[in-house]
């Protein structure tokens, strides 16, 4: 009967927050990397050099470092239906401000390049906080043994809105100058809509905890509440963290550095992947097309892995090796010259990349709980999401210089060398993860 309550339970909140969370999250990350497809004809435009490309691109995570501490505290005093909803308005306005940047710089006197900058790092203090407090918000719903397939599930929606993007944003390109308007200049507006349509969904939809959950039977809320009990009592005994100390704690710093070689990985290659490909001689719906096959790689690793992770009740390894995976078909690509081949690491990579991710996130989650966890998920993602802004510069900048994103890549990939060697380094205590034994002294309290 317990374990008929628990598959029931754990499916009904599945079906009601999973795929909900997954169309936010899509749009999340389709409104922070549509910059790489606009770039394909806004570079040109707006004059922008690949260096101040790659600067304007990763600033955007310069101002999410800065606010995502503080928004995820928000969000666990608040409560996740309305600081998400405002998160979410918030970014869609001003990611649909992006396509006014002509007008902006003419009005303010600013140059291109600098209201690019602004735009992006207004865009980026709007969105803190929103993955970071997804996140946690997910570890009030999921005991712990099942948080690496549903945070797989969730990040499944990075690589599959550049899959269905992709296309999308190709066609978008070919607007050019409808009612005036640039190819790049519709895109933004566009893709920006449906934030600002969810962020109203949001607010009426959510529920902030499972005692709030009129639509989950009263066995199902209780045997919820006292899972969740029981998991972070067996946290607390080990140890109790406060805000202050997670923000400066080893284990929470390591993290950080270990987010930071998987971010740079992704967002370095992400943001000019299109570019790289390009440069196959393709058009750009082609272009767009193409760029999309490493991201679908990476739907398919991150969902398997992540269920792979949990039936296998092992996070060391299975976080270790897509980053090696990872590593390993960057550098693959900058040896092999054919682009199907090179192709084909790229997509190698890709499932490295994506594959990490949700296994990742089931480590600090293991041993922070309460307003410690919001707090050291912030940290981890903040200090990790630095990587968003080095990454995307120093490819760019490393481009102009050599005139070749050779030592880009193989920048991005010792990164994800290092990152592999710190999570080998720290290891992880899975018994932190299960309670099965204190849930049913819990059942009696």
């Given at each position: 009967?317990s374990?008929?309550?628990?598959?029931?339970?754990?499916?009904?909140?599945?079906?009601?927050l999973?795929?909900?969370?997954?169309?936010?999250?899509?749009?999340?990350?389709?409104?922070?990397?549509?910059?790489?497809?606009?770039?394909?004809?806004?570079?040109?435009?707006?004059?922008?050099?690949?260096?101040?490309?790659?600067?304007?691109?990763?600033?955007?995570?310069?101002?999410?470092?800065?606010?995502?501490?503080?928004?995820?505290?928000?969000?666990?005093?608040?409560?996740?239906?309305?600081?998400?909803?405002?998160?979410?308005?918030?970014?869609?306005?001003?990611?649909?401000?992006?396509?006014?940047?002509?007008w902006?710089?003419?009005?303010?006197?600013?140059?291109?390049?600098?209201?690019?900058?602004?735009?992006?790092?207004?865009?980026?203090?709007?969105?803190?906080?929103?993955?970071?407090?997804?996140?946690?918000?997910?570890?009030?719903?999921?005991?712990?043994?099942?948080?690496?397939?549903?945070?797989?599930?969730?990040?499944?929606a990075?690589?599959?809105?550049?899959?269905?993007?992709?296309?999308?944003?190709?066609v978008l390109?070919?607007?050019?100058?409808?009612?005036?308007?640039?190819?790049?200049?519709?895109?933004?507006?566009?893709?920006?809509?449906?934030?600002?349509?969810?962020?109203?969904?949001?607010?009426?939809?959510?529920?902030?905890?499972?005692?709030?959950?009129?639509?989950?039977?009263?066995?199902?809320?209780?045997?919820?509440?006292?899972?969740?009990?029981?998991?972070?009592?067996?946290?607390?005994?080990?140890?109790?963290?406060?805000?202050?100390?997670?923000?400066?704690?080893?284990?929470?710093?390591?993290?950080?550095?270990?987010?930071?070689?998987?971010?740079?990985?992704n967002?370095?290659?992400?943001?000019f992947?299109?570019?790289?490909?390009?440069?196959?001689?393709?058009?750009?719906?082609?272009?767009?097309?193409?760029?999309?096959?490493?991201?679908?790689?990476?739907?398919?690793?991150?969902v398997?892995?992540?269920?792979?992770?949990?039936?296998a009740?092992?996070?060391?390894?299975?976080?270790?090796?897509?980053?090696?995976?990872?590593?390993?078909?960057?550098?693959?690509?900058?040896?092999?010259?054919?682009?199907?081949?090179?192709?084909?690491?790229?997509?190698?990579?890709?499932?490295?990349?994506?594959?990490?991710?949700?296994?990742?996130?089931?480590?600090?989650?293991?041993?922070?709980?309460g307003?410690?966890?919001?707090?050291?998920?912030?940290?981890v993602?903040?200090?990790?999401?630095?990587?968003?802004?080095?990454?995307?510069?120093?490819?760019?900048?490393?481009?102009?210089?050599?005139?070749?994103?050779?030592?880009?890549?193989?920048?991005?990939?010792?990164?994800?060398?290092?990152?592999?060697?710190?999570?080998?380094?720290?290891?992880?205590?899975?018994?932190?993860?299960?309670?099965?034994?204190?849930?049913?002294?819990?059942?009696?309290?």
């Amino acid at each position: 009967m317990s374990h008929e309550l628990e598959v029931r339970t754990i499916a009904k909140i599945t079906a009601r927050l999973v795929p909900f969370l997954v169309i936010c999250y899509f749009v999340a990350y389709l409104d922070r990397v549509n910059v790489g497809f606009a770039a394909l004809t806004m570079n040109q435009d707006l004059g922008l050099s690949q260096t101040a490309f790659g600067f304007g691109a990763g600033i955007f995570f310069v101002a999410y470092f800065i606010f995502e501490v503080p928004s995820n505290l928000l969000l666990e005093r608040f409560g996740a239906r309305r600081w998400i909803a405002r998160i979410m308005l918030s970014w869609g306005v001003l990611s649909g401000l992006m396509a006014c940047l002509p007008w902006i710089s003419r009005v303010t006197g600013l140059g291109h390049e600098t209201t690019f900058y602004v735009l992006r790092v207004l865009l980026g203090a709007a969105e803190a906080g929103f993955f970071p407090g997804i996140i946690f918000y997910l570890t009030l719903w999921f005991p712990a043994e099942y948080r690496a397939r549903i945070v797989g599930y969730f990040m499944a929606a990075i690589p599959l809105s550049t899959v269905i993007s992709a296309p999308v944003s190709g066609v978008l390109l070919y607007l050019h100058g409808g009612f005036g308007l640039a190819g790049w200049q519709w895109l933004f507006l566009i893709e920006a809509i449906p934030a600002v349509i969810l962020a109203v969904v949001v607010f009426f939809y959510l529920t902030d905890r499972p005692e709030d959950a009129g639509w989950l039977a009263r066995d199902e809320q209780e045997w919820l509440s006292r899972r969740l009990l029981v998991e972070r009592r067996q946290r607390e005994a080990s140890r109790t963290y406060t805000v202050s100390e997670v923000l400066f704690d080893r284990r929470v710093i390591s993290l950080s550095l270990i987010y930071f070689g998987a971010v740079a990985t992704n967002y370095g290659l992400s943001f000019f992947l299109p570019q790289i490909v390009k440069a196959f001689g393709l058009n750009t719906f082609l272009t767009t097309l193409v760029s999309a096959a490493p991201y679908l790689v990476g739907v398919i690793g991150m969902v398997w892995w992540g269920r792979r992770s949990d039936r296998a009740a092992e996070r060391t390894y299975h976080a270790a090796i897509p980053l090696l995976v990872a590593s390993g078909g960057l550098v693959l690509a900058v040896l092999v010259a054919d682009p199907s081949l090179k192709m084909v690491a790229f997509c190698i990579a890709g499932f490295g990349i994506f594959a990490c991710l949700p296994v990742f996130w089931t480590l600090p989650t293991a041993f922070l709980s309460g307003a410690a966890a919001a707090a050291g998920i912030a940290v981890v993602n903040s200090i990790g999401n630095l990587a968003g802004f080095a990454g995307p510069f120093a490819m760019g900048w490393l481009r102009d210089q050599t005139g070749s994103y050779t030592d880009g890549l193989l920048l991005l990939a010792g990164l994800g060398i290092v990152a592999m060697g710190i999570v080998l380094g720290i290891g992880h205590d899975t018994a932190l993860e299960r309670a099965p034994s204190g849930e049913h002294a819990a059942m009696r309290e």
